[in-house]
């Protein structure tokens, strides 16, 4: 029984540790979309920012040429609309950008006087190297929370086996030996004519005694306690080789969709760039074409609103790619189980 004992201890140690190295895979996630979410906003409030200086620019035009008696009343008054528009989505984009500052900063823990930044322009990270089968079978393999069940399961079973060995009968030698020494003293008095003398001699005792025998212990009615308790352990024990089937496809199926969520939008990114390079030049030959007199301010604003979209849509598709280069690392990334060892950084897949 203590060696089951021990064992028990061991596997439930092994599955504390297997849940710390899981804990670690999801605070990365939780960290990486954090700080891409900020990356994010910061480029969407720099995007908004000169979509805003560029709508004063277009409105102080379209108000000289208005003075000018060369575009009509309407178009002073819709590049007004499109300026104050503008205005308020940088405030948003602001508001978005403060707020996920104080996500990151209450994730990992800062002071509140303590303000972080994402100092990096949105940078793409490097593809995904695994096709969809490598990457499933790397994500099984060494998997913490995988390797957590096992060891829980690994606990209950011997728990069991523990709880199964008290009913039955042990038998145990035993010996026992002993060794005493003692000091006694037993004072003399003689007496010889008016003067007396004594005599306070030491006598040292010693003594030994060993003894031998077997003890038997049987516990031949518990009520059934000890029954029970067994069933209990090997049913929780079946419970957790259902969990670790639940947790595969689980893994399977965030894998899955984040494989698929990071090909399509690397597809995505190549679109976004060709919609911004449209987008700009359309932006170029229109505005021209309205300085001429040759387009109305219609066509600009569409155009300023395609770039806007373009741009942003671009930002977009690069943190996607990001983010779910980062749930992939979710499940594969290794990971050290012990607390003292940290994280080494750059988080990608060696």
Known sequence: QSRSALGQFGASLGEARQRYANRVRQLQLEVSEAYYGLQLADQLWRIRQAVTLNDTVVRDQVAALKASGLVPRVDLLRAEADLQQGRFRLSQADAQRLSRQRQLSNLINVPFDVTLVAPEAIRLLPPWPLDLQQTLIRGWTQNPQLLAL??????????????????????????????????ATRPVVKLEGCCSESVIPQVNTGSADWAAGVSLNWKLFDGGVSAGQVSASRAAAQRTEQASARERNAIRQRLESAYFDHTASLDQILAARAAYRAAREAFRDVRARYQLGLADYTDVSDTIRRLTEAMEARAEAVTLANVSYARLLRELLPVSDRPDQSVVLPLVLP
């Open 150 to 183: 096992q060891q829980a399961r690994q606990a209950l079973l011997l728990q069991a086996d523990r709880q199964a060995a008290s009913l039955l009968p042990s038998l145990r030698l035993f010996a026992q030996a002993g060794v005493a020494d003692g000091l």
